[in-house]
């Protein structure tokens, strides 16, 4: 098997087990060839997940700079911006979980990955939004907000639904993207101004 469908399966491995539940020999068995194979490729297991986090990140990064480098300073900008990020996510699920499992600890003998992976982008996503954010909004928790809402929302469904429905329909996907511009109109929303959500609705 070729080097990028090594990872592609370790990639679901990974997404749906966890690094630290997922051996090595779990892979080789799923990609039909023998562990020492994927040893002579990259060197271990722990060489495997930062090829599959780096492929990960890749992918993210292209997306997103995608709609960063159309970003202009305003608040629709904004909502493309996040909108960008919702579809990014829900078009990868794969992704979203290797994160998910890194939020509650997984693969702790890799601690570096963030530093390298998603702090540089959210820097730049911060020093492009900031210039739009009332005074007393924090820059971080503002894209983290984002970033929360995003993750709980995939990852959970609509939990008012019996647990075997909770599963994501295109509508909910729809009206969550919806609620999540009303939420950003509402953050950007200069004191003493009207959002542009107030206007529409004439309150």
């Known amino acids: 098997m070729e080097r990028d469908g090594i990872i592609r399966v370790a990639t679901r491995l990974f997404a749906e087990l966890g690094y630290d539940e997922t ?51 305003t608040p629709e900008a904004v909502k493309r911006l996040a909108d960008a990020y919702l579809d990014f996510f829900a078009d990868n699920p794969q992704i979203l979980r290797l994160w998910m499992h890194r939020w509650i600890g997984d693969a ?56 075997s429905e909770r599963h994501i329909r295109p509508a909910d996907i729809q009206q969550f993207r919806a609620h999540l511009h009303w939420m950003l109109d509402r953050q950007l929303e200069q004191p003493g101004t009207d959002s542009p959500a107030t206007k529409e609705h004439g309150a």
């Open 23 to 73: 051996e090595l020999s779990l892979i080789a068995g799923a990609a039909g060839i023998p562990s020492s194979e994927i040893v002579a490729m990259f060197g271990g297991k722990q060489e495997l997940y930062r090829a599959v986090m780096q492929q990960a990140d890749d992918t993210e990064r292209t997306a997103l700079r995608a709609a960063l480098a159309d970003f202009a300073s």
């Open 108 to 163: 702790s003998d890799t601690p570096e990955l963030e530093e390298g992976y998603t702090r540089p982008l959210v820097q730049d996503v911060v020093d492009a939004v900031s210039p739009l954010l009332p005074r007393g909004v924090d820059a971080r928790f503002f894209i983290w907000t984002i970033v929360w809402c995003v993750y709980g929302f995939l990852t959970s469904g609509v939990l008012d639904r019996p647990r």
